[in-house]
């Protein structure tokens, strides 16, 4: 990023977010492999792990709407705080709770690190970013999302097989701290949010919820990320169970880690491009992706087939969760970015939310492959959503979705 203009303060602060971010995701999906099963091994049902893994959604869910006010009225270095204290505190509690109800509680709790995070980390990095080269920082500043996102559930397998859980819970712990000593060395926050203390009413950033929920143009985001969130959620509860049932030699450990090589790979290619294609062309490939990787998981039937789904989970990954920020980014203002953040990106943590319980529920009757069938689906509905839905009409929904023209709903800001 040596050729976006950026002052000395704001290249540091970057650098330190993007270590913040390694350590953070690193001590997040450290557990994406190996929960589940901790779970199975305490005696778990399918709909118990289920309600488990889902509750970190609930909890980043009920946490997202005043995190982003806090965002947008305090500080955004504030809400950082909030979430990598949680997530270095967090897994220590794994150690002492091991019966259903309170892992429940434990891990909604747990979660709440999740939508502080990216509330805060999302609204820091526009700050900073020249409005011409926006979608280029952020494609940039993601990229380290899916090396930690590689990193962390090979680790997390490995540390369950040789040291056993005790210790995979206590690195989870301790690289979260790491995280928070990178936070603590941060310079003072920029300006660029200083609206929230001068001059801009509060009240009309609290009406801003309201106005999302009404808002045609970043409702829609909203909605593909449930329906995505669905799907990923169905992933992380119940490939690591598929796998073992199958008895494939797979773990889930490495499809993971594969998704986040693809992701950082294609985030790379992303931050070249996105400013100069447009937001809606890579939206609708990200989608097409993830709905691909589905349809590979209801066919596996060797590693061939796991490969490919994994290449393509972590291409769709690699490039919707940069673009509908940067979406919603061009279709909103500074002074209500955090609350819209923390609404649209709160759809992607109801979906999870209600993937891990509802899915649960359908896996005591139903097949592996049938979950995997039901979550294409889903990608389905939202690649039909986006491509008529995306822009006032049809006619324009389809022209910005295929990248032939502009977003009608962007604002200059």
């Given at each position: 990023m040596d050729y976006i203009d950026l002052d000395s303060r704001q290249k540091q602060n970057l650098g330190l977010l993007l270590g913040v971010s390694l350590f953070f995701w690193i001590s997040i999906t450290v557990l994406l492999p190996t929960l589940p099963t901790y779970v199975e091994y305490l005696g778990g049902t399918k709909p118990e792990i289920g309600l488990i893994m889902g509750s970190f959604a609930?909890?980043?869910?009920?946490?997202?709407?005043?995190?982003?006010?806090?965002?947008?009225?305090?500080?955004?270095?504030?809400?950082?705080?909030?979430?990598?204290?949680?997530?270095?505190?967090?897994?220590?509690?794994?150690?002492?709770?091991?019966?259903?109800l309170p892992l429940s509680i434990v891990?909604?709790?747990?979660?709440?690190?999740?939508?502080?995070?990216?509330?805060?980390?999302?609204?820091?990095?526009?700050?900073?970013?020249?409005?011409?080269?926006?979608?280029?920082?952020?494609?940039?500043?993601?990229?380290?999302t899916p090396i930690g996102m590689s990193?962390?559930?090979?680790?997390?397998?490995?540390?369950?097989?040789?040291?056993?859980?005790?210790?995979?819970?206590?690195?989870?712990?301790?690289?979260?701290?790491?995280?928070?000593?990178?936070?603590?060395?941060?310079?003072?926050?920029s300006n660029s949010n200083s609206y929230s203390s001068s001059g801009i009413n509060n009240n009309?950033?609290?009406?801003?919820?309201?106005?999302?929920?009404?808002?045609?143009?970043?409702?829609?985001?909203?909605?593909?990320?449930?329906?995505?969130?669905?799907?990923?959620?169905?992933?992380?509860?119940f490939l690591p169970l598929f796998l073992e049932e199958k008895g494939l030699e797979f773990s889930a450990g490495l499809f993971y880690t594969l998704a986040s090589i693809t992701s950082f790979l294609s985030r790379i290619f992303l931050g070249r491009v996105a400013d100069k294609f447009g937001r809606g062309l890579f939206i609708t490939t990200s989608i097409l992706c993830y709905f691909s990787s589905m349809i590979l998981l209801t066919q596996a039937t060797g590693s061939q087939q796991l490969y490919l789904a994994a290449i393509f989970e972590g291409i769709g990954a690699g490039i919707l969760m940069p673009?509908?920020?940067?979406?919603?980014?061009?279709?909103?203002?500074?002074q209500e970015r955090g609350q819209v953040y923390s609404v649209?990106?709160?759809?992607?943590?109801?979906?999870?939310?209600?993937?891990?319980?509802?899915?649960?529920?359908?896996?005591?009757?139903?097949?592996?492959?049938?979950?995997?069938?039901f979550s294409s689906n889903l990608a389905l509905i939202a690649f039909i959503l986006f491509i008529v839905q995306s822009n006032p009409t049809i006619k324009t929904s389809l022209a910005f979705a295929v990248g032939k023209r502009e977003d009608l709903y962007y604002r200059e800001n």
């Open positions: 609930v909890g980043s869910l009920f946490s997202r709407t005043l995190l982003g006010y806090l965002a947008d009225t305090k500080s955004r270095k504030l809400v950082l705080y909030i979430g990598v204290i949680i997530a270095a505190l967090s897994p220590l509690n794994y150690l002492f709770v091991q019966t259903i891990r909604a709790i747990h979660g709440i690190s999740i939508s502080a995070f990216t509330t805060a980390y999302s609204a820091l990095v526009i700050d900073f970013s020249p409005i011409k080269h926006r979608g280029r920082v952020i494609g940039y500043m993601s990229l380290v990193i962390g559930p090979v680790f997390g397998d490995l540390l369950k097989e040789n040291f056993g859980y005790t210790t995979l819970f206590i690195v989870s712990s301790f690289c979260g701290f790491l995280g928070l000593f990178l936070v603590v060395a941060m310079q003072k926050e009309d950033s609290s009406h801003s919820f309201h106005k999302i929920l009404s808002s045609h143009s970043l409702v829609i985001p909203t909605l593909v990320l449930l329906l995505i969130g669905l799907l990923f959620g169905t992933i992380i509860t673009m509908i920020i940067t979406l919603v980014s061009d279709r909103s203002s500074p649209c990106l709160g759809g992607y943590d109801l979906g999870i939310a209600l993937a891990g319980p509802i899915v649960g529920i359908l896996g005591s009757e139903l097949t592996y492959q049938t979950i995997f069938t």
